[in-house]
């Protein structure tokens, strides 16, 4: 295994990680609420009563922050490899798990095991290793 030196960003990782850490922890504590991107979005989709104000601001933020962060910085170019039919494929393979799951990857993976949560264990267990295996499939058994 080599590593890619260009792209290893511990700093700029760790600081990434702090901020959702953060956001995740101070929604819970002063919302009582899971900082799971599939609800936050899900819910506001629904509009409950009384419950979109925090919501809508989550969302808005999350599209918000790369924004402000052009204005001083150059957003990194993302090389995508994969074509249209894959990325739709993909996305909807996301959608069916997150809502077989109950969950998305940020509710159960951060937010989850951070709670201790059997239930999120699981299910950042099966959704890691499926991406582990789909990842050695395609790059290795199926690609080159």
Do not use: Q
């Not at 700029?12 to 899971?34: E, K, P, V």
């Not at 924004?67 to 909807?92: C, V, W």
């Not at 059997?118 to 950042?124: K, L």
């Amino acid at each position: 295994m080599m590593i890619d030196w260009n792209a290893f960003t511990p700093w700029s990782s760790l600081t990434g990680g702090l901020l959702i850490g953060i956001a995740a922890a101070a929604l819970a504590l002063f919302n009582g609420r899971i900082a799971g991107i599939s609800g936050v979005l899900g819910g506001l989709l629904r509009l409950p009563k009384g419950d979109s104000g925090w919501r809508a601001a989550f969302v808005l933020g999350l599209i918000g922050a790369p924004l402000f962060y052009a204005l001083a910085f150059t957003l990194p170019r993302p090389e995508i490899d994969a074509g249209y039919g894959s990325l739709i494929l993909a996305g909807l393979l996301v959608g069916i798990g997150t809502r077989y799951g109950a969950g998305c990857t940020s509710g159960h993976g951060v937010c989850g095991l951070s709670r201790l949560s059997p239930r999120s264990t699981v299910a950042t267990l099966a959704f890691m290793g499926a991406g582990f295996a789909t990842v050695y499939v395609l790059r290795h058994l199926i690609g080159n």
